[in-house]
């Protein structure tokens, strides 16, 4: 009893220490939390309708393209442009899809199967004329290929694994282009229903008619506003302010963006790199000229051009390279020369020069056994048949394959960063094998009997040997100019130090406006991702650290110079400001020189005022003119004139883009061609389903894109 007295006469203490565990042990779980979604925060890639896509999922539809796009291009790899071009299609893709999926949804609009079958089998939709399944005879889409190949590709799994790959690539590449197909047909559904909210009736085409067709020849008096110095003019604040809410609504901005100001420097090679460069390839000239095989030489060099031993044709090689093949002799080293345009120094050795085949069709039979022995015992028996005039398809199937007749094109091998010995071989038989003729290849792992079908397109293809190499700096002169610009920069902290002593330093100070994070590369420098983070996580007037960027060249530093949030811009913005003050500089010329047309009622009258005239033939409701005298192009005066009947002179001047115009309609005539209501009320329609086709830019909006790229591509 004395020891529950005295728990009870500390309960106060007891319930405190009890709470503050409570309260420990619940905000550790909400730090947690926290954490977490924080962390799942730092991983999405964008946001669009609340909908967020994670960086895994992200990267996944880039593969999938990248392997699509590969394919079409015949590449093994992609390089950064081409990468970001295609992580750029994705992006738009997606957030296009889930904008429409999101509209059609509501309106319980879908593509059923039989609607795709039916473009299938319709074979004309040009996304279908990129797959393997096009008929180059017919010029349409081969549904029944595609049936037969999707039958054969459950079944080669099981049959022939050898195969099994490279059904497995253009499988995938057609679920590719089913599901991208689905997406477009539905995007048409959407955009041609919202078309049809559009009607056009046989007035409004009668009107659109007579504004196409019926031409105006006038006499025209011109005022240019350049004829008034814009020192002549006031302009307040108030007139600045007054015209700002006047068109305000053009300076909304739907994207943060910010302005910069850097000071960029590449890193160039000094003379004494050059010269250490221009003796190594001295030695690669001797070495060349001398080499019965250039392969060592090349390799060595560590050129740019991979020297393949195999006859490819001028594509192959870079445009400076292939314009100095034909000019030289087989066997003959050219000089070393310089090319400016992608800053290399080059030599070439032309190997040999020959007329071939740019495709080859031909059938093979792949031939293994247990030892070298064995396959070509086998080899020989399968050659000695075929020539006895044993059919060529009926002995690949017993040995498990096809020998269906297959293209081989000089692209799809010529672009390769090396080749073995075996696949030399086989290219080279490939290449100088007669058409019907029969070859045994011996390889390191079995024999090939080859048969050439076809040869097409007989072209000059070479064997050079190039070595291409980068004019670089050594790291002596990247250290120095490292050191010069660190030196700069400690002793001008501030961005307002920066740009006041950068000149007097040898350093620019350049300006980039409106960055926005769907941008790859800061100020177009390459690898800058790290200086994009920096950009949209700082405050304004802050000074980056030194970047080192591009391909290992640039060195950067940034200043946040302005943040320009979504909204409306103010007028305290520079370029807001310049924007407003030419329009009023325009809004109060022309009051000036329609002062000075007061009165006027004849072109001759206006001249005597100092304008300008002259004749301007063709003049129509349906597009604006342009006017020689000005140099601009006005939609108004097109209007003023359309509505003056001939030989009137207008009512009252017109205010134009660039000047003030009187005129006087000298000849209506109508262009040659009846009017044809239907046909002018489809233009119309199709007119309509163009405007329709910007509904994305305000799906777009209203979606509350978040576009966070920027922090991992």
Known sequence: MAALGKIRSKGVLLICIISLGLFAFIAEEAFRSCESSSNDARQQVGEVLGEKINVTEFQKLVDEYTEVIKMQQGQENLNEDQLNQVKDMVWNTYVQSKLIAHETEKLGLTVTDAELQNVLAEGTNPMLMQTPFYNQQTGRFDVNALKKFLAEYKAQGQTNPQLAKQYDTIYKYWTFIEKTLRQQLLAQKYQSLFAHCFLSNKVEAEMAFKAQNEENQIQLAALSYSSIDDNKVKITDADLKAKYDEVKGRFKQYVESRDIKYVDVQVKASAADRAELQKSFAGYSQELASAADPADVVRKSTSLISYLGVPVS???????????????????????????????????????????????????????????????????????????GADFEVLAKKYGQTGEKTWLTTRQYQSAPSLDNNTKNYIMSLNTMAVNELKNISLSQGNLIVQVVDRKAMINKYVAAVVKKDITFSKDTYSAAFNKINSFISANLTAEDIIKNAAKAGYTVQERKDVTTAEHYLAGIHSTREAMRWLFEAKKGAVSPLYECGDNDHLLLVILDNINNVGYRSLDDAQVKEYVKGEVLKDKKAEMLMAKLEGVKSVAAAKAKGANVSTVNQVTFAAPVFIPATGASEPALSGAVAATAKGKFCKAPVKGNAGVYVFEVTNKTQRPGKFNAAAEMQKLRQKEMQMAGNFMNELYIKAKVVDNRYLFF
């Open 314 to 388: 001028k594509d192959a090689y870079p445009y400076d390279i292939a314009q100095r093949l034909d000019s030289m002799a087989v066997g003959a080293t050219s000089k070393v020369f310089e090319n400016n345009s992608d800053n290399t120094l080059n030599v070439i050795k032309l190997v040999s020069k020959q007329m071939l085949p740019d495709s080859v069709q031909y059938r093979q039979i792949q031939v293994v056994g247990a030892s070298v022995e064995e396959s070509a015992k086998r080899a020989d028996s399968i050659y000695t048949a075929l020539k006895a």
